[in-house]
């Protein structure tokens, strides 16, 4: 027996074209360097991928940095004219010279990259803390630029 899906459901599941298309421009703005010409180069190697939000009820700003194989110590965080700059480096821990790779898809190297903050992140208050390899960075919104409510009056008509 046959069931019928809706196309954009078909569609949705054989072509993630974010998925597809993150991880394309990661592999092109990937530098390996080959040959003598190409070095230094390497300096900016990979671009690890990024998560932002602010919390449902406006008064903390969350970004999370996956950074797998990558010590804390070698993660550099900077606040400047409010973007958030990390960068760091993952370095090649052991190469087998005389090992027949069968596949190698690790890149190795320096990283760097630009977070615009939204309007209202206290940049004064951001913490850092690395768990995991996943790099989590907090810091609250600040008073001002939280929504606040404001009340509406009813006017009254005067009796002429």
């Known amino acids: 027996m046959f069931e019928l899906t809706r196309p954009e459901d078909l569609y949705k599941d054989l072509f993630d074209f974010r998925r597809d298309f993150d991880d394309i421009f990661s592999r092109l703005m990937t530098v390996r360097p080959l040959t003598k010409e190409w070095k230094g180069l390497e300096k900016f ?8 939000w602010i919390e449902p009820d406006n008064k903390k700003f969350y970004l999370r940095v996956s950074l797998p194989g990558i010590d804390p110590k070698d993660v550099k965080v ?3 004219n409010n973007n958030l700059i990390i960068s760091g480096a993952r370095n090649m821990t052991e190469m087998k010279k005389d090992a027949n790779y069968l596949h190698r898809e690790f890149i190795y190297g320096g990283f760097e990259r630009i977070i615009p903050l939204p309007e209202g992140v206290d940049v004064d208050k951001l913490s850092a803390e690395s768990s995991h390899g996943v790099l989590e960075i907090v810091a609250p919104m ?19």
Do not use: D, G, N
């Not at 600040?142 to 606040?148: D, N, S």
């Open 142 to 160: 600040a008073a001002a630029a939280l929504p606040r409510k404001i009340e509406v009056k009813p006017v009254l008509k005067k009796a002429a």
């Open 78 to 80: 900077l606040a400047h």
């Open 45 to 52: 190697s990979f671009v690890p991928p990024v998560e932002a």
